[in-house]
């Protein structure tokens, strides 16, 4: 599991502690220039310190290091380079590294389509907490994809996502109550994850919600009727 990360006072230490070698301080310059914290964004000079930190084996470093090749970003995109530096870090317990190495099985991107491995690596992720890991073995589970389906087991991992605002694991999540897939019924706790989710611009939860809505005004509208129907009588 990766800890003990160091902090800098001022961006100036960390630059020289990373120009006198240091893999952490490397790696973290390449996150400024990434991402343009005290600096002019810069994906080529992100990536050259990502790489000086990883070939220290700094594990966060060749996470960051596979997820530029993965995407293309101040280098060319490589899937092959992506998958062995994301190896580097899984192995050595990186959560979002072994997220990212599972997608990559899972889609045969760099490495041969193996979803035996996508989802050993899944489960890695997903028990170090990392949210949308947690949601794609849930997703394994209630679809019965390579695992046997097991409802009650894809909610356990869409609830420890969905706690974390992962929405794609918390309309799912919403869904299951909604139908009563690994959990009891209950139209109030599946409109309550479908809320969650559409708040943060997920479709298939508005989508959802507007469904439940417009459901909810037929059953008011019948009911209106049937009351003056009966009033007439």
């Not at 690596?121 to 028990?127: D, G, I, T």
Request: net charge negative; with cysteine.
């Amino acid at each position: 599991m990766i800890s003990n990360r160091r902090t800098w006072e001022t961006f100036e230490e960390m630059r020289q502690a990373a120009e006198q070698g240091d893999a952490q301080a490397q790696c973290y310059l390449g996150v400024c220039y990434q991402t343009g914290q005290g600096v002019a964004p810069d994906y080529t000079e992100a990536v050259k310190w990502f790489r000086r930190a990883a070939e220290q084996n700094d594990a966060v470093a060749q996470c960051y290091l596979g997820v530029a090749f993965l995407n293309g970003a101040g280098v060319p995109q490589e899937f092959g380079e992506a998958a062995k530096w994301l190896r580097e870090a899984a192995e050595q317990g990186d959560p979002a590294a072994q997220f990212n190495l599972g997608v990559l099985y899972e889609t045969g991107q760099g490495v041969p389509q193996n979803y035996f491995e996508a989802l050993k690596w899944y489960r890695e992720s997903a028990n170090r907490g990392y949210p949308v890991a947690q949601f794609n073995l849930g997703v394994f589970y209630e679809q019965g994809h390579v695992v046997p389906q097991n409802f009650e087991e894809a909610v356990k991992w869409y609830l420890a996502a969905a706690e974390q605002e992962c929405a794609p694991a918390q309309c799912n999540l919403g869904l299951c109550y909604q139908t009563g897939r690994g959990v009891p019924q209950n139209s109030a706790e599946a409109v309550k994850w479908f809320i969650r989710a559409a708040r943060q611009g997920d479709k298939t939860a508005q989508h959802n919600l507007g469904l439940h809505y417009a459901s909810q005004e037929e059953v008011v509208a019948a009911t209106e009727t049937d009351e003056e129907n009966a009033g007439e009588s």
